[in-house]
């Protein structure tokens, strides 16, 4: 048969002290003396004594659940920083509990609402882009953190990717690579990841004084933006020696269309791509030299930065995470290819 499992009752009597003495001493508080929580400890590990989450969650006040809300339909992004989160998550010990707004701000409302009927200690908000978006932590009584798209609330916590800085680093790469005519095609200006990637692109030459090989091409995130922007940039640039690509997909779409004009990648031009997203990025031929966002170590941080939040420790405002540039054989210094 089966031994009986060890209640708290049981540990409070054999430590001598009262149950709600017991429960304090289990629960870190500070109004017991230490001896008495040393007694107390030492009756539980005896006792193989386990407090259940429900009697956890009464005694301290939390539920140890926290709520992910997800507003990236497609996942690409948002899978990464979740996963990265999810893990801080089981390491601490805390249930999660995802909803998917799929981008509807009357949906997120509805998640929102719901998650706070459960109890939820906090909220982390990933979102689709790192365009800023709408804050949802006016009146909750919980903390919010907001992971890869950032609140417009600056007294809000959020983590992003730091877009210039990897930009920055990715000509910086091509730069000591021996490119000199750095060109450009990124996505839609109305991402903050377009102006800010393009940002980091002028540092970068404005710091080497060079100029940017013709404009920037701006179009849709897409293989075929790539493509397309490949013919334009190749004949109005015909001496461009590197390519700067807002996403893998563009740089992708490029290096077909310079193979099929009979530039070779990266003898005649260096292509560097953004996000690491592998389907692409390694098997393009040659395979992508392209940035890294880091999105599972930008959730595990924000993850660790809500804990501090329900300990009263928020870290308010927008702050960069680094990214890395994963060097493959899209970049190579002209000649040693």
């Known amino acids: 048969m089966a031994s009986k499992r060890a209640t708290i009752s049981d540990v409070a009597s054999l430590a001598g002290v009262s149950i709600a003495t017991a429960s304090k001493a ?56 979740l996963l990265g989160a999810e893990d801080a998550f089981g390491a601490g010990e805390m249930a999660v509990l995802l909803c998917d707004a799929r981008g509807d701000a009357i949906r997120e409302q509805h998640h929102v609402r719901a998650l706070l009927s459960r109890r939820v200690d906090g909220l982390i908000v990933v979102g689709e882009s790192t365009s800023p ?17 950032p609140s417009e609330d600056p007294s809000d916590v959020s983590f992003v990717p730091d877009d210039v800085g990897a930009a920055a680093m990715a000509v ?57 922007a490949a013919e334009m940039l ?16 563009i740089a992708a779409g490029f290096v077909e269309t310079a193979r099929e004009r009979g530039r070779r990648v990266p003898e005649d031009i260096a292509v560097v791509g953004y996000d690491n997203w592998e389907v692409l990025s390694t098997e393009t031929r040659p395979a992508l030299t392209t940035v890294d966002m880091n999105l599972e170590q930008l959730g595990r941080t924000a993850a660790q930065h809500l ?27 002209p000649g040693l290819s």
């Open 234 to 249: 190749l004949m109005a640039e015909p001496e461009v020696d590197a390519v700067f690509c807002g996403s893998d997909q």
């Open 307 to 333: 804990f501090a939040a329900i300990d009263g420790k928020a870290t308010p405002g927008v702050h960069k995470m680094p990214c890395q540039l994963v060097i493959r054989d899209s970049t190579s210094p």
């Open 133 to 149: 978006r709408p804050s949802v932590s006016k009146d909750l009584p919980v903390p919010v953190v907001y992971a890869y798209g």
């Open 26 to 81: 289990l629960n870190g508080r500070q109004d017991v003396r230490a001896a008495t929580r040393e007694r107390v400890l030492a009756a539980a590990a005896e006792l193989s004594f386990q407090p259940n989450a429900l009697a956890r969650g009464l005694i301290s006040g939390q539920t140890r659940t926290v709520g992910l809300l997800t507003s990236d339909s497609v996942g690409r992004f948002g899978i990464p920083v």
């Open 172 to 228: 910086n790469h091509l730069l000591a690579m021996g490119r000199r005519r750095i060109a450009h095609i990124t996505g839609p200006t109305h991402y903050k990841a377009s102006r800010d990637r393009e940002e980091g692109l002028r540092q970068a030459l404005a710091q080497a004084g060079l100029p940017q090989a013709g404009q920037t091409l701006s179009g849709p995130w897409s293989q075929r933006w790539g493509r397309h």
